[in-house]
């Protein structure tokens, strides 16, 4: 395999209805290296998978959506790393502005109707999460 055939940009494909992927589907849905994708998680803030128990990396949607993106702006646009990365941190900024506003909009919090303290619900769910996720490797 020559450097033009790891470069060369697939057909936008449609990611599959998941809540995780590992890093091999991940690749492949990106047409690149899973190298690749570890390289640019040290260069894009962004893109940072969780880890499963046994250290396995398990990227979500947003996740997968943002490592095409990369690749568009990389491949498909020239960009440099650093430029890609300015690119998508100036995309982002308009959003938190957005999101930043509506906090602080004075409106009242309702309360809680159901559990004050969602700390042992979060904690039940986590560990059904990884009872599941053990089972799938």
Do not use: C
Request: charged share 35%; no cysteine; hydrophobic share 35%.
């Amino acid at each position: 395999m020559n450097a033009q055939d790891e470069i060369a940009v697939e057909p936008t494909q449609e990611i599959p209805d998941k809540l995780y992927f590992r890093i091999g589907e991940v690749a492949r849905l990106a047409g690149i290296k899973p190298y690749v994708l570890r390289f640019w998680e040290t260069e894009f803030p962004g893109l940072g998978p969780k880890k499963s128990g046994t250290g396995h990396r398990l990227f979500r949607r947003k996740d997968v959506e943002l490592v095409l993106e990369i690749k568009r702006l990389l491949y498909e646009q020239r960009f440099t790393i650093e430029g890609a990365r300015k690119h998508l941190e100036e995309r982002v900024k308009p959003q938190e502005v957005r999101a930043a506003s509506r906090r602080a909009s004075p409106k009242k919090k309702q309360p809680s109707l159901f559990n004050p303290d969602p700390t042992p619900i979060l904690e039940d769910v986590r560990r059904e999460l990884r009872a599941l996720a053990d089972m799938l490797k």
